[in-house]
């Protein structure tokens, strides 16, 4: 009676070798039989042997086999408890004085026979699964090994299959040479799985780094997990072990079972895994890419304007919670109208590689290099970045180089000691979140972050890389008391390691990847962050070379502001002006993001005071100063529609706010029509993007009127025609409220008012152009009178 296998899922706990079923090898290309038998399993902890081998079958062509000298007794125990660092070296046909010796490891196969056209030789069983013997040939043939199972009273199953162990080595010099100096570029392509045609047979290639292992072993569900017959080679000093497996290819499960230092096992995902099970399984999935890309005139054209030049405009999204229970192809089918429609420019996909607990919101990653699979497969998330930029929309995607999670089937102490993390027990703890950090100075660890960087954006078309928690990533003592970290060999406090490590980050994507932009989440004073790597500041250090960099205290000072009663704003007048202190020292985004619409800080309307119509006002008065202020924006889904409940990845934004029936035209459905035209205006006025970065592109006009809590602000484009932005957060109306303007201009208009009707607002508005009068002002000449509404802001252009 055939034994049912156990479950193949790998995300079960680890189980002695010993005791998993028997491994099936894949057939061969085009060679399989036409009835196959799972074998028996090996008895509970004993070591895997096979039956009793059937008598010599003696059918036309079979040649003589001599028995082959046994293996040592050291190389044959290594070679069964997978930790022989050449196994090559022992199983495949090797030349001899008498012929060529051909030995397999095939555990629980009843025979091997070893076909070389119309010779067929049966092989002697040296138990254990090994089988060898010397034919009397004068150089290897090609071959395969016919490999039979089943019991006495059974009919035998037969399957034809490559000998892994013939094949030379499907990783080239010039791969392990860049390898081991840390420069491989295009890493993914050589370690991992990737299926290809070596040495005219299809299968994939296994390959991966574990220099402190005593061996490894592919296993999947194509051996029943178990993987005792496929003991991988080491490629000398690079620490990369490899494995050519033929007749293996997409869609198959599989792990490395790796033979730490101290000789116990260990199941792990490939680290390089390109494509996942869905969680809470954990096995790599072998994958290629087939995806048709049709954006190449996105491609062709995103680098030609600088971004710190051009329109930014960004909606941050939690693709598994914007419209839960899609996928990635039924998103792409809604997300880029909504997000045209809205006039953003760029979408900001909160992190998309894998993380098995959906709760860390993707931001505790396990496999860098596998887009979740919670959606679909890779090429899902390819049509769907398709679909973004050929509806004229940027994509931009959180990258989580900070930390990694401690799951014992992913990266910690991945080969039985200390790997992708810091040695330093100090150094490897992430004291905020419980995970380990990068260890920043091994230059493999640095290579498989910079080329992962990479391999997003050239494999996924990504326009850019949002850098989660660099403040972590840049200071020894983040989050440590005094005793809890070591000074630099500078003796400051700086990670030396981390700042190189960004620095050709960022260098090698800018280099690599036209019209890619980098954005720092950075929430200190560092200096330079978006400086060119080239450029030394006064500290010493070169820039970090980011394109972009979060605004933090813009963000934290103007909430705080708002959040205020208007009786109370006056005294925290300076917290709306305290930005333009510093716009200029990097390029900033303005972020209203996820982070500051969970665990208890509130939705952005609910932190507004006063009643209903006041919180609306308020944060409609907000986004109309957000938008005109230095600086490229982004906001988190739900914000745009003024939702009132915080963020929550369990049923993502109240979409049913939207619905006419709930009375919505004049609450909800008004916010977001207000963020479709700030958008539009923003995009079709330079003065609101064209100088962000200069001081040239900024003028107060009256940054002081802590009394009547108003702001007001010229934008200039490159040409010099202004944009005037007036914001009011007071709940009264002033009338003939007169402010200074340039004079050379005959009339101003009113082209965004937020206490429009249609937006929910009171409708107090400035229907008539304003034409300046030869009153000084504010240190101008001329100056204009207008009507300013209750909680709003007013953007007004000469005519």
């Known amino acids: 009676m055939t034994a049912r296998p156990p479950s193949d899922s790998p995300s079960e706990p680890e189980h002695p070798i010993t005791s998993l079923p028997a491994p ?7 060679k399989q039989s036409a009835r196959r038998k799972r074998p028996q399993p090996a ?19 079979d040649r003589g086999v001599r028995a082959a000298r046994p293996l040592d007794d050291g190389d044959r125990e290594r070679l069964l408890t997978g930790s022989h660092h050449d196994p090559h070296a022992l199983l495949g046909a090797h030349p001899t004085e008498d012929g060529v010796l051909f030995r397999a490891l095939r555990p629980y196969a009843r025979a091997v026979t070893v076909v070389a056209k119309e010779m067929r030789a049966e092989l002697n069983d040296d138990g254990d699964g090994l089988f060898s013997g010397v034919l009397p040939l004068r150089a290897v043939p090609e071959y395969s090994l016919l490999v039979r199972y089943g019991d006495d009273d059974a009919e035998p199953d037969e399957l034809e299959i490559q000998d892994p162990y013939r094949f030379l080595p499907a990783l080239g010099d010039l791969d392990l040479h860049l390898i081991g ?11 991992g799985a990737q299926p290809m045609i070596h ?11 574990a220099p402190n292992a005593r061996g490894v072993r592919v296993t999947g569900d194509f051996t029943y997990w178990d993987g005792t017959s496929l003991p991988m080679r080491s490629l000398g000093s690079t620490g990369v072990w490899e494995l050519f497996v033929p007749g293996i290819g997409e869609g198959a499960l599989y792990k490395f079972d790796i033979t730490r230092p101290d000789g116990s096992h260990t199941l792990r995902a490939d680290p390089m895994a390109r494509r996942t099970e869905v969680p809470p399984a954990t096995a790599s999935i072998v994958t290629e890419s087939h995806h048709v890309w049709h954006d190449e005139d996105w491609m062709a054209h995103r680098a030609d304007r600088p971004v710190h030049e051009a329109p930014f405009s960004v909606y941050e999204i939690h693709l598994a919670s914007w419209r839960p229970g899609l996928t990635y192809r039924q998103l792409a089918s809604q997300l880029p109208a909504y997000v045209k429609d809205l006039g953003f420019t760029h979408v900001e996909l909160m992190p998309v590689a894998e993380h098995p607990f959906g709760g860390s919101w993707g931001y505790q990653v396990t496999g860098f290099y596998a887009p979740t699979s919670r959606m679909g497969t890779p090429d899902d998330f390819r049509y769907l970045v398709d679909a973004l930029h050929r509806a004229g929309i940027g994509v931009l995607v959180d990258w989580v180089p900070a930390h990694f999670p401690k799951d014992d089937w992913a990266l910690a102490q991945f080969d039985g000691r200390p790997l992708y993390e810091p040695s330093d027990p100090q150094r490897a703890e992430h004291p905020d979140w419980g995970t380990l950090e990068f260890d920043y100075g091994r230059t493999e660890v640095r290579n498989f972050l910079v080329a992962n960087a990479v391999y997003w954006c050239e494999e996924f078309h990504i326009d850019g890389l949002r850098v989660d928690a660099v403040a972590s990533m840049l200071y020894l003592d983040y989050s ?3 005793g809890q970290w070591s000074p630099n060999e500078r003796g400051g406090r700086e990670n030396l390691d981390a700042v190189a490590f960004l620095q050709e980050m960022n260098a090698t994507v800018y280099r690599r990847c036209p019209g890619v932009v980098t954005v720092a989440e950075e929430s200190t004073a560092w200096n330079g962050v978006t400086r060119a790597t080239h450029e030394v500041g006064p500290d010493g250090f070169g820039g970090l070379g980011f394109g972009l960099k979060w605004n933090m205290g813009w963000m934290h000072d103007s909430l705080d502001y708002v959040a205020k009663e208007p009786v109370h704003r006056k005294y925290h ?6 930005s333009m202190v510093y716009a ?5 985004v303005l972020p209203i993001s996820h982070d500051e619409v969970v665990h208890g800080k509130r939705s952005l309307v ?11 006002a308020n944060a409609r008065a907000y986004l109309g100063f957000m938008w005109a202020h230095p600086g490229k924006q982004l906001l988190f889904m739900g914000q745009e529609f003024a939702q009132g409940a915080e963020w929550s990845e369990s049923h993502g934004p109240d979409w049913w706010v939207l619905d006419p029936s709930y009375g919505a035209e004049a609450d909800h459905r008004g916010v977001r029509d207000l963020v479709r035209d700030l958008n539009t205006v923003y995009g079709s006025t330079p003065a609101l993007w064209q100088r962000d970065t200069v001081p040239e592109g900024f003028s107060w006009v009256d940054g002081d009127a802590g009394e009547d809590n108003v702001f007001a602000f010229l934008r200039f484009d490159a040409a010099g025609s202004p944009l005037l932005a007036v914001s009011h957060f007071s709940p009264v109306v002033r009338h003939q409220y007169r402010l200074g303007v340039p004079e050379e201009f005959a009339a101003w208009t009113e082209v965004l008012n937020t206490d429009e009707a249609r937006y929910g607002g009171s409708d107090v508005l400035n229907t008539e152009p304003l034409k300046p009068e030869s009153v000084g002002t504010h240190g101008r000449p001329a100056s204009i009178q207008l009507t300013l509404p209750p909680l709003a802001t007013v953007w007004l252009r000469p005519s």
Do not use: C, I
């Not at 007048?573 to 305290?578: L, S, Y």
């Not at 200029?584 to 900033?588: L, P, Q, R, T």
């Not at 609910?606 to 609306?616: H, I, T, Y």
């Open 43 to 61: 008895k509970a902890g004993a070591a895997p042997t096979s039956p009793t081998a059937p008598k010599p079958r003696k059918d036309a062509g």
């Open 199 to 209: 040495q005219n047979v299809t299968g994939t290639r296994f390959t991966v780094w």
């Open 24 to 30: 099936v090898p894949a057939p061969a290309a085009g």
């Open 606 to 616: 609910s932190k507004m005071p006063g009643d209903w119509w006041q919180q609306r």
């Open 573 to 578: 007048h300076g917290e709306m002006t305290f």
């Open 181 to 191: 100096e840390g420069r491989h570029e295009e890493l993914w392509k050589a370690l």
């Open 584 to 588: 200029y020292s990097e390029n900033y």
């Open 480 to 482: 440590r008391e005094e």
